[in-house]
């Protein structure tokens, strides 16, 4: 009989940790960026390059509570952004960032609408 319980409660456990977050990286910078990844608790995703008014996305899926973390190389720098924003796993959160001109970057985490 516990075996049956164990394999319920870990689909559902499955189900609720299974959503991803959406995230967004939008290059106003000016210069492309190149090799950028984003990373925080539990993840770290690779996106490429971003050339100058371009919006990136992708789906990740943190672990827990988390911050974004941002790294990339521009205009003959290696930039890496401490994590900053806050968002949890499971889906409920949609991520935007926006890469300033300054090479800085705004981070926005916003509850998601059901």
């Known amino acids: 009989m516990r075996a049956p319980l164990l394999l319920i409660a870990m689909a ?8 991803a977050t959406p995230v967004s990286v939008d290059n106003q910078s000016g210069g492309i960026l190149e090799d950028v990844v984003i990373s925080g608790s539990g ?11 371009v919006t990136a996305t992708t789906m990740i899926f943190p672990k827990g509570e988390s911050g974004l973390e941002v790294s990339f190389h521009s205009q003959g720098r290696h930039v890496v952004l401490p994590p900053s924003g806050y968002f ?20 926005d985490a916003d509850l998601r609408p059901y």
């Open 43 to 53: 993840f770290e995703q690779p996106l490429g390059d971003i050339a100058t008014g």
């Open 88 to 107: 949890e796993g499971g889906g409920q959160y949609a991520v935007t960032v926006v890469v300033t001109p300054d090479l800085g970057a705004d981070v």
């Open 12 to 19: 559902f456990s499955a189900v609720g940790c299974g959503r």
